[in-house]
């Protein structure tokens, strides 16, 4: 029987199959999941910033996108998983709260926090292969490495297969 792991926010690990891997309270934050489809082995990180530098206290690697990626590809290394192989899947980053007016030049945390995983994609050349993002719901997230199948669930908005 398989196991469901757990990661919890500002959190991350790693999963091979038969076992899956979920993250819950998916709001402004970002599910990020890391998966080599050859070994059926993923990363999953539970992001709650975009920028560990923009922050003085800023330990839990596992917080912000910059490092929490970093991390999840240093763990997989360990697995024996090439980055070339590392393909991505993201939900989150939705707008919980109203923004002001008078702040509507400032992008929410959720776009931001979706734009620094996309931009930190990008200079690894992991391929973005679906994304559930944004709106103003949060999300709960299951990834099956056996399928490379996630699952968004979504109170009021049901489940969905990316």
């Not at 500002?10 to 970002?30: F, K, M, Q, R």
């Not at 070339?84 to 007016?101: C, D, H, N, P, W």
């Amino acid at each position: 029987m398989s196991n469901m792991i757990k990661v919890g926010m500002a959190d991350l690990n790693i999963c091979e199959s038969p076992d899956a891997i979920t993250t819950i309270g998916l709001g402004s934050c970002v599910g990020i999941v890391l998966y080599d489809k050859k070994t059926k082995i993923c990363g999953l990180a539970h992001i709650m910033l975009p920028d560990s530098k923009a922050i003085s206290n800023n330990q839990n690697i596992a917080k912000f996108a910059d490092t929490g990626i970093d991390e999840l590809i240093r763990r997989l290394r360990e697995k024996n998983v090439p980055v070339e192989r590392l393909t991505a899947k993201i939900a989150g980053g939705a707008q919980m709260f109203a923004v002001s007016t008078v702040r509507n030049n400032i992008l929410s945390v959720g776009d931001r926090n979706v734009i620094a995983v996309k931009e930190k994609l990008d200079s690894l050349f992991i391929p973005l292969l679906a994304e559930d993002t944004g709106a103003n719901y949060g999300r709960t997230i299951e990834f099956y490495p056996e399928t490379g199948m996630l699952l968004v669930k979504s109170i009021g908005k049901g489940e969905k297969y990316i």
